[in-house]
């Protein structure tokens, strides 16, 4: 494509669960006023670790955004990418139907997928067997259910990935959605 061929870009609509606010408006209120999200860790225990703060996300309940049986099938970290992605659709006040969702598309970046899952189900399987696992341990783990859950959840049914590059993921899946967008796909 020649350059005036491409289409330009723009941010619409943003989401956000981060840990100085789980809604876009909490989120922008603790930039502006320099709030502070780094902290002791408080969901599990980091006394024995060189570094115990972190920036946690601090009183989220899934609850209020999905009801007790989605929550129940999805790790955090992809009940955060729902939850800030369908903040972002009603952000962009858009609209998502049959007549454009295959040009709705998702693209999200996680460093890593459930590794609380992982854990927890790994003690299960050391602790009561392997039959007391759960059948959902790899559909809640993977890094792309991200990606995929918020397709279910906001109706998206374009392009769907999951950048899992470290700490350049959410870079990264900013920079493929900009150049789908771009090319018109």
């Not at 909490?26 to 599990?44: H, M």
């Not at 049986?69 to 049959?98: C, Y």
Request: net charge positive.
């Amino acid at each position: 494509m020649t350059n005036s061929e491409l289409k330009r870009v723009v941010v619409t609509g943003m989401g956000a669960v981060t840990p100085i606010g789980n809604t876009l408006s909490d989120y922008w209120n603790g930039l502006l006023s320099g709030k502070n999200g780094i902290g002791p860790i408080t969901r599990f225990d980091a006394s024995k670790h060189k570094c115990r703060i972190a920036g946690e996300v601090k009183g989220f309940d899934p609850h209020e955004y999905m009801d007790r049986k989605q929550a129940k099938h999805m790790d955090r970290f992809a009940q955060f990418a729902v939850v800030a992605s369908k903040e972002a659709v009603a952000d962009a006040q858009l609209v998502i139907n049959d007549l454009n969702a295959e040009q709705v598309g998702v693209m999200i970046g996680t460093g890593v997928g459930g590794l609380k899952v992982l854990e927890d189900q790994q003690e299960i399987y050391l602790t009561r067997g392997p039959s007391r696992c759960s059948p959902f341990m790899i559909p809640m783990m993977i890094a792309n259910m991200a990606a995929g859950l918020t397709a279910i959840h906001t109706g998206a049914k374009g392009p769907n990935s999951c950048s899992v590059t470290a700490c350049a993921s959410g870079s990264n899946a900013i920079g493929d959605a900009f150049r789908l967008i771009q090319r018109g796909l």
